[in-house]
T-cell receptor, first 115, second 111 residues
Framework: AQSVTQLDSHVSVSEGTPVLLRCNYSSSYSPSLFWYVQHPNKGLQLLLKYTSAATLVKGINGFEAEFKKSETSFHLTKPSAHMSDAAEYFCVVSDLQTGANNLFFGTGTRLTVIP | DAGVTQSPTHLIKTRGQHVTLRCSPISGHKSVSWYQQVLGQGPQFIFQYYEKEERGRGNFPDRFSARQFPNYSSELNVNALLLGDSALYLC??????????FGPGTRLTVT
């Protein structure tokens, strides 16, 4: 079975400081992993994806994530936080076993950016 | 290009009623998926359709049903509404098997 665990429900950083949002996954297969962002009253936006190519994945808005199989982790990072980064972030694993693409979402991490 | 569109934006229903939510995928996308997001939680998978056939179903009761039309748009139907069905219902379309692009959602309130 596929699942993800987001280790922090809330992360608070100062503007201009690094961001680290932690995610561990569980998968019986080689997983596809994603990070999505959800701004208040808006839909989900895909930040980046890992699909068994390069382990360091670069996404939009300066975010990147590193797939570490030995640690079953897929942490999201950004060197310098902007006010506009304040949002809810979801780590997601894909289940392709059944021929469908079911996405399993973590419980989310709320990022607050302090001016 | 237009993204995924959903209608209506907001909806208020009474317990026991029926509701139909609609989704139009991004042009060229043949797959549509539905998710339920209860306040404070991550979205949960309900259905996926590809080329008008159901490809996957999440752990939801039979009160939930869906279909996909020849133009690849989709409807999600929920019968005998319960208070616990109050949520944001998200539709996502996909050009293939990996990436999914989400619409803004329909906020359903059941009173």
């Amino acid at each position: 079975a596929q699942s993800v665990t987001q280790l922090d429900s809330h992360v608070s950083v100062s503007e201009g400081t690094p961001v680290l949002l932690r995610c561990n996954y569980s998968s019986s297969y080689s997983p596809s992993l994603f990070w999505y962002v959800q701004h208040p009253n808006k839909g989900l936006q895909l930040l980046l994806k890992y699909t068994s190519a390069a382990t360091l994945v670069k996404g939009i808005n300066g975010f990147e994530a590193e797939f570490k199989k030995s640690e079953t982790s897929f942490h999201l990072t950004k060197p310098s936080a902007h006010m506009s980064d304040a949002a809810e972030y979801f780590c997601v694993v894909s289940d392709l076993q059944t021929g469908a693409n079911n996405l399993f979402f973590g419980t989310g991490t709320r990022l607050t950016v302090i001016p | 290009d237009a993204g995924v569109t959903q209608s209506p934006t907001h909806l208020i229903k009474t317990r026991g009623q029926h509701v139909t939510l609609r989704c139009s995928p991004i042009s060229g996308h043949k797959s549509v998926s539905w998710y339920q997001q209860v306040l404070g939680q991550g979205p949960q998978f309900i259905f996926q359709y590809y080329e008008k056939e159901e490809r996957g179903r999440g752990n939801f009761p039979d009160r939930f049903s869906a279909r996909q039309f020849p133009n690849y748009s989709s409807e999600l139907n929920v019968n005998a509404l319960l208070l616990g069905d109050s949520a944001l219902y998200l539709c996502a379309s996909s050009p293939g098997i990996v990436e999914q692009y989400f619409g803004p959602g329909t906020r359903l309130t059941v009173t």
